[in-house]
T-cell receptor
């Protein structure tokens, strides 16, 4: 079955360390998204990409970076500049535009050591 | 600017009673709207979608929602709650999600 795979499921970051969250999809979708989920705040958009080698900042991009070198992959790096990285991170995709239902991975929970 | 507002952060119902989860939206054009369900430590699963066809939309697990343009609402309902419905529910439009409504079902 097609879907989105996020890894790892749990991740711990040390002070001053960059960490990378993986997101892979085999749905042949053009658009991919990264969201941060904090209790009571819903999902907030970090970055999105509608085509390979192109991506745009979302509402809370500071302290994060992404790349989109392949259609299937959209990794998210949480840099040391992100001072409050503890959250649940969700990756999603749509066939092309944002006005379609989003398919989600099972998330990565990032915590500070 | 687009926005989505879920009017209740927490709803508690008894098993077998109706469920109503409220969502209002703001958009300058006719939107596509979606409801998702999330179980703990999982991603979101699509329940139903409105894409400008019928205003009453039926989804999975007995849920349905009605698009009301005059009220800019897209409320989610279910006639009879089941224990397995306990979860968090999100209303979605474009790249905007509501803050979520946690549904508790009491035996």
């Amino acid at each position: 079955d097609g879907g989105i795979t996020q890894s790892p499921k749990y991740l711990f970051r040390k002070e001053g360390q960059n960490v990378t969250l993986s997101c892979e999809q085999n749905l042949n979708h053009d658009a991919m998204y990264w969201y941060r989920q904090d209790p009571g705040q819903g999902l907030r958009l970090i970055y999105y990409s509608q085509i390979v080698n192109d991506f745009q900042k979302g509402d809370i991009a500071e302290g994060y970076s992404v790349s989109r070198e392949k259609k299937e992959s959209f990794p998210l790096t949480v840099t040391s500049a992100q001072k409050n990285p503890t959250a649940f991170y969700l990756c999603a995709s749509t066939r092309d535009s944002p006005g379609q239902p989003q398919h989600f991975g099972d998330g990565t929970r990032l915590s500070i050591l | 600017a687009q926005s989505v507002t879920q009017l209740d952060s927490h709803v508690s119902v008894s098993e077998g009673t109706p469920v109503l989860l409220r969502c209002n939206y703001s958009s300058s054009y006719s939107p596509s709207l979606f409801w998702y369900v999330q179980h703990p430590n999982k991603g979101l699963q699509l329940l139903l979608k409105y894409t400008s066809a019928a205003t009453l939309v039926k989804g999975i697990n007995g849920f349905e929602a009605e698009f009301k343009k005059s009220e800019t609402s897209f409320h989610l309902t279910k006639p009879s709650a089941h224990m397995s419905d306990a979860a968090e529910y999100f209303c979605h439009m474009g790249m905007r999600f509501g803050a979520g409504t946690r549904l508790t079902v009491k035996p």
